[in-house]
């Protein structure tokens, strides 16, 4: 695992290792590891001169192209903490997050900061002292039902994170990384992170038109795909209906929520030789398990082992470590989990805890799952999936995955019952409710079939790719009107 405990350091090493080996690539053109560290610098002098110092935040509300890599890395020499920002924010969660930053600098429009930026290339200032307990970055989540909280990113925990998933998923100097997800997601941010350990190329493509997402794949020959579930079904269903060859994709790397099993049949008929490789993560800590990809047909359901170096227990109500088999609360333990939320106590306290008696870091998820005789963690639902009907306790992911199955459903959302409505599922589907009702009838127990089958022309999806679900829920009530 690599030692470098200061963000802009890992990029320092790649420089040093693979000076020429292509770094980042958008739709504009690409930078070397040696380009790419000298535009950093440039951003480092610039930040200077504007009066960023050591701890000040950054806020940045830009697509994720190569200047935002640039100001990533440029931000971090600095000492200074690095804040993306989704440019899909709306004002509301976007005060928000300036509100409880306090940046010293916000940035909306790179013209002006990328002149100076420009201009002051090939200079470089005195380096920045900076602690490895200092903060590299905040990642706020998008907000879609509170306001946005951030994440509190130290360099150690940050590089400790990228390492041992490096460890695991064993980035290469030939691959290319395709990445659709911004930067300011971490599951974006970290793809860059991961590329530099690997001295990889990560090509930047969240901009890329989803018709001509295959086109692209296969123009910069990706090797590794980062997906989530409706990513997955895209590129399946559009890899379906194609006769030109395949990228040379080895690693789909999913994250975010299962994938269904017709999607990952799909994909590796689509792409020979393809590992599906699950994952289960939080921000808080980044990721908490990865199915090693040798054994990516095993183990059906299994989200993986613990990241090396860190372990994961299964708690009860009063605290009590759970036997293998049995279901509790995923908490998380070892240097990959972040100190708390940016100013919010509170919150920190309930999530972010210390063993009382080794002093471990721990995070509490409010995930629910079980581990088994192996150690493999099976995630059985978050605290809001989960919910009693007719006196048994289930969860909305298994009436999801069960809907998936059905051949003709592209995307499936099951929304929890409450006073005024019964379990209900939406759907984006060509079949009439009836008959995706009738066919969950075939896979579910009677107490776990939904009442009520919503069909939608376009599924609602957060930001990030998952299902927006607040939204399906408004629809369903629609529905009902």
Known sequence: MNGTSLVHSLLDEAVADAPASVAVRDRVGAWTYTELAAWSHAVEVVLARRGVGRGDRVVVQLPTTRELVALFFGTTRRGAVFVPVNPAMKAFHFDSVVANAEPVLVITDLD?????????????????????????????????TAAPKGVIGPHRQVTFAAGAIQKVLGYRGDDVVFCRFPMSWDYGLYKVLLATLGRSEIVLADAESDLRLLQRMREVGATIVPIVPSLATMIATLAGRETEPAAPVRLFTNTGAALPDSTIAQLRAAFPGTRVVRQFGQTECKRITIMPPDEDDQRPGASGLPLPGTSVHILAADGTELPAGDIGEIVAAGPHVMPGYWRAPELSARAFRRDETTGEPRLHTGDYGRLDADGYLYFEGRRDDMFKRKGIRMSTLEIEA?????????????????????????????????TVLRELAKRLEPQKVPSLCHVVAEFPLTAHGKNATKELALLVEGARK
């Open 402 to 434: 069960a809907a998936m199955d059905i051949p003709g459903v592209r995307a499936a959302g099951a929304i929890p019952p409450s006073d005024a409505r019964d379990l209900a599922i939406c759907v984006e589907t060509e079949l009439p409710p009836t």
């Open 112 to 144: 002006p900061l990328w002149t100076e930026v420009e201009a002051a290339h090939g200079e470089r200032i005195e380096e920045t002292q900076v602690d490895p307990d200092d903060v590299a970055v905040l990642i706020y989540t998008s907000g879609s």
